[in-house]
């Protein structure tokens, strides 16, 4: 434990079970001396609530990213309780399952195309709008997003377009509030076996060519991805803003798996 977030203040918005990627992030967070937030939807209270008591967070707010009026009450209940905040970590995705796999051209239909950027992509648009009015003294903003956005990967379809939408959005919200001093940045992690990565067919597939493929040979830890949301969201990423970061044992860089890799 250190003290690099002592006196900082944030909202964590998705924390889903203890296999969530905010969850990883949320304790490390804490650990530096952060006071956390969670949001949360509705359906996930149930455990939600015994994550927060483990490491004494007490204030829990439900948030559903798609209502106008529950994102308003849930920073409202921020301003009410703490009048500002220093960081924002959006970790929120969400499609319909039946359109992660197979074709994306023959399966993706616009009810899902809409929801799926919305969910995934305006949410990190619209949270920021509402955390930057809090942060008077500047601040740190992070999001969530995975390599499909730039490479076609397997059943990623309609999510690989979402989450291209949140990396350029992540570019132009820091264009916006740098003059504010505020950074916001992505991290791109490699995959991990979460909730959401259940949704996706074959998930478990992309962990598996993601270990033959990687550098490190080895899979994302959700403690790398915790670390560098702690580099990002404290002053040890000053000056860093509008940066999509890979956390994903450098899968990015590999343009075909090591013959070597294959035979092993
Ligand atoms: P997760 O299922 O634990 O988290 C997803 C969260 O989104 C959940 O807390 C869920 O409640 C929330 N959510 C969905 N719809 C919502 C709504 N309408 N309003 C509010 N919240 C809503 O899974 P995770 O893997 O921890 O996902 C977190 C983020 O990390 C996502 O953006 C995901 O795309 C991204 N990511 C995941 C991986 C991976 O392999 N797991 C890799 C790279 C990026």
Redesign the pocket.
């Known amino acids: 434990s250190g003290t690099l977030l002592e006196g900082k203040r944030g909202l964590i ?5 203890k ?5 990883a992030i949320a304790q490390q967070l804490k650990a530096q001396g952060a006071e956390l937030c969670f ?3 509705e ?2 209270e149930s455990r ?1 609530r015994p994550l927060a008591d483990e490491i004494g967070v007490d204030f829990l707010v439900p ?5 106008d009026d ?1 994102m308003a009450a849930c920073f409202g209940a921020i301003e009410e309780k703490w009048g500002k905040m220093d960081f924002l970590v ?5 499609s319909d399952k039946e359109e992660l796999k197979g074709s994306f051209v023959e399966n993706t239909t616009r009810e899902n195309f809409k929801q799926s950027l919305d ?2 992509a305006f ?1 990190f648009v619209d949270a920021a709008k509402r955390a930057s009015k809090l942060m008077p003294d500047g601040g740190s903003m992070i ?5 499909g956005s730039e490479r076609v990967i397997p059943s990623y379809n309609v ?1 690989g377009v979402a ?1 291209a939408a ?1 990396e350029a959005a992540t570019r132009y919200i820091a264009r916006d509030l740098g003059p504010q001093g505020i950074r916001v940045n992505a ?13 996706i067919s074959g ?1 478990r597939s ?2 598996a060519e993601g270990r033959t493929w990687a550098p490190l040979r080895e899979d ?1 830890d959700p403690i790398g991805v915790a670390g560098a949301a702690l580099y990002l969201l404290s002053d040890l990423g000053k000056s860093c803003t509008g940066e999509v970061h890979h956390v ?1 044992a450098g899968f990015h860089i590999v343009g075909m798996p090591d013959p070597e890799a294959l035979k092993g």
Do not use: E, P, R
């Open positions: 918005m998705g924390v889903a079970n296999n969530s990627i905010a969850w949001s949360y939807i359906a996930m939600v948030c559903d990213v798609t209502q529950s959006h970790s929120i995705a969400f969910i995934s949410s999001t969530l997003t995975y390599l999510m989450k949140l991290i791109s992690a490699g995959a991990i076996k979460t909730l959401s990565l259940g949704g998930g992309l962990i994302t994903d």
